[in-house]
């Protein structure tokens, strides 16, 4: 008796199609929502930069005096305020794709390269012993693994 109730189970294995996995209806809407997210998130924070470039890096410099990166703050910094604004870009690209064209290829890959920015975000943090503002970056970085794992 188990074993038949066992194999019309919606446990049971061979009630799935492994090769294609049917996402709810509202899953475009949720993923185009992450996205959404993290392109306000990343064209904010990048265009911020872009415009109050001077003071964003007189803090910096301040933030990361006594670390090892003191010289190079602000490279590093245009290299960081770039890098926002294409994972930015990326994310609202992927916005589009997921609600129109049902891929999520571009979302993906921007994802990742938002998880990657807040990663770097996050190391700078642990260099500069602002361990509160590294503390902050965690919410952002579960969420862009929550979003990715939601992109399947």
Same mark, same amino acid.
């Given at each position: +008796? &188990?074993?038949?109730?066992?194999?019309?189970?919606?446990?049971?294995?061979?009630?799935? #199609?492994?090769?294609?996995?049917? %996402?709810? !209806?509202? +899953?475009?809407?949720?993923?185009? !929502?992450? +996205? &959404?997210?993290? &392109?306000?998130?990343?064209?904010?924070?990048?265009?911020? /930069? +872009?415009?109050?470039? /001077?003071?964003?890096?007189?803090?910096? /410099?301040?933030?990361?005096?006594?670390?090892?990166l003191a010289n190079v703050v602000p490279a590093l910094f245009g290299i960081i305020t770039f890098t926002e604004l294409l994972a930015g870009v990326a994310s &609202?690209?992927?916005?589009?794709?997921?609600?129109?064209?049902? =891929?999520?290829?571009?979302? =993906?890959?921007?994802?990742?390269?938002?998880?990657?920015?807040? !990663?770097?975000?996050?190391?700078?943090?642990?260099?500069? /012993?602002?361990?509160?503002?590294?503390?902050?970056?965690? #919410?952002?970085?579960?969420?862009?693994?929550?979003? !990715?794992? %939601?992109?399947?």
């Amino acid at each position: +008796m &188990a074993a038949h109730y066992l194999k019309y189970s919606p446990l049971h294995k061979s009630n799935y #199609n492994v090769d294609r996995i049917e %996402l709810p !209806l509202g +899953m475009p809407i949720i993923n185009a !929502l992450c +996205m &959404a997210f993290f &392109a306000v998130l990343f064209l904010q924070s990048g265009i911020d /930069k +872009m415009i109050d470039w /001077k003071g964003n890096l007189n803090w910096l /410099k301040g933030h990361f005096e006594k670390s090892f990166l003191a010289n190079v703050v602000p490279a590093l910094f245009g290299i960081i305020t770039f890098t926002e604004l294409l994972a930015g870009v990326a994310s &609202a690209v992927g916005i589009v794709e997921v609600l129109f064209y049902a =891929s999520n290829v571009i979302a =993906s890959f921007a994802l990742l390269f938002c998880l990657f920015n807040i !990663l770097v975000l996050f190391t700078g943090q642990r260099i500069a /012993k602002d361990y509160e503002g590294a503390a902050v970056l965690v #919410n952002y970085f579960l969420l862009g693994i929550v979003s !990715l794992v %939601l992109l399947g």
